[in-house]
């Protein structure tokens, strides 16, 4: 029974996305698809061990979402004495099922369903925040309380937002519908962003995943591999596949023993994914070679940071060039926040002069009115900017009460653990 369990828990991340792809088209609504969706994966995990083997868990969900969806119906129906038409569609769901069982294809246009879903969720209709959380429900299967942990919300917040984006795209599209490959291409920018949002939650708050469930980043990655086998000669899509790469492949050594997160210059870079970063890199170059918009730039940094020999050795010239490009075509604030911390680093690897004590007097101002008057995330960004420049510029009191004052603040357990050590570390 638990082996049966476990291989269900293994296969969910795929079987996610197609169950309620299909389960949307057929009832035509998200709402829905994610209802029955979560009740036939609930049966599943009840059944197994207990039955004989369920064969594809996607086409045995899909079927037993179809029934109970078409069961509820024919009980509504026949409060409202429209039976006829309920048993008709109870006898075609049947057929489905029959042929899913069996392991046919779910939706036959050939479209990733990840894509698919992340295509409908990623409607210009939408806000950003309502297209990452409604494509972390969709795409990933999360729940709300893991979308609030992964979004640093709270639950409440997130199944509002949730509903919000469902409601806004009913209200815009009506029916479930795939979009076309011509709308696809128009939504494609959008989808890129989602899909590097949820990235950039993987890599900011899911530093150790426990399960390949929890493993948002190596979902990102699959989803990017699916973008680049749809639109290779992107170069945007390419950059984005560099991003994911060289973040998954820099991701060992990012926690000492004791689960707190490591700063760039102490991390072991031996520890390094040789092979994830060797493709990353050459995703990066393939990027460079063809576009210069937001993911071609991010993966130009990424990839100075990831083939850099240490710390030290860093191209911080370079880097902050490439950050001033990217605030060029990308204007968030985290970017600039991005851009001043590697402004902090070149100046203080640079040998002492007036010139030196400007450029960090001059970061620090800047990073001061972002912690003030900036979004949630780029002023969190900014204040642990802020006590790592007062650390590394020796001013060691005033860096342990910035970093105590974060300890409840970060929402990620690893970086709450390297703010309370560095809080309690001797000031003299």
């Not at 004590?357 to 008057?373: G, I, P, T, W």
């Amino acid at each position: 029974m638990t082996e049966s369990v476990a291989g269900l828990g293994e296969d969910f991340a795929d079987a996610w996305p197609r169950i309620v792809r299909a389960l949307a088209a057929y009832t035509g609504s998200v709402d829905d698809a994610q209802e029955y969706a979560a009740e036939a994966i609930a049966r599943a995990v009840a059944r197994a061990g207990d039955g004989p083997p369920l064969g594809s868990l996607a086409a045995w969900c899909v079927a037993v979402g179809k029934r109970a969806w078409i069961d509820d119906r024919r009980r509504a129906a026949t409060e409202q004495r429209h039976a006829q038409l309920a048993a008709v569609e109870l006898a075609a769901a049947d057929g489905d099922a029959s042929a899913e069982a069996s392991g046919s294809a779910l939706v036959g246009d050939g479209l990733d369903d990840r894509l698919a879903l992340l295509f409908v969720a990623c409607d210009p209709a939408l806000t950003e925040q309502a297209r990452l959380v409604l494509a972390l429900r969709l795409v990933c299967g999360l729940d709300v309380p893991r979308i609030a942990a992964h979004l640093g919300v709270r639950p409440t917040a997130a199944a509002a937002r949730l509903t919000r984006a469902k409601r806004a795209l009913a209200e815009a599209r009506g029916r479930f519908r795939v979009p076309e490959a011509p709308e696809r291409r128009v939504r494609l920018p959008v989808v890129l962003a989602s899909v590097a949002g949820m990235f950039t939650v993987a890599h900011r708050d899911v530093l150790d995943p426990p399960t390949p469930i929890d493993d948002l980043g190596r979902q990102a990655l699959s989803i990017a591999d699916a973008l680049v086998a749809e639109y290779p000669d992107d170069a945007e899509v390419r950059g984005l596949r560099a991003v994911v790469r060289l973040g998954l492949a820099r991701r060992p050594g990012r926690l000492d023993t004791d689960g707190a997160a490591v700063p760039l210059d102490e991390v072991d870079r031996a520890r390094w994914d040789r092979r994830l970063l060797e493709s990353g890199l050459d995703d990066a170059a393939a990027a460079a070679d063809r576009g210069d918009g937001r993911f071609v730039l991010e993966a130009a940094i990424a990839g100075l940071h990831s083939s850099s020999p240490s710390f030290a050795g860093t191209d911080w010239d370079r880097v902050v060039a490439f950050y001033r490009a990217l605030e060029r075509v990308w204007g968030a604030p985290s970017v600039t926040v991005a851009r001043l911390v590697a402004e902090g680093h070149r100046a203080l690897l640079a040998p002492p002069s007036g010139e030196r004590s400007a450029s960090l007097r001059r970061v620090e101002r800047e990073l001061e009115v972002l912690a003030a008057d900036s979004a949630p995330y780029a002023a969190l960004d900014a204040r642990l900017a802020l006590a790592d420049l007062a650390w590394r510029t020796g001013r060691r009191r005033e860096a342990s009460e910035q970093y105590a004052g974060l300890v409840d603040e970060v929402p990620t357990e690893p970086v709450r653990r390297f703010c309370a050590a560095r809080a309690a570390a001797p000031v003299e």
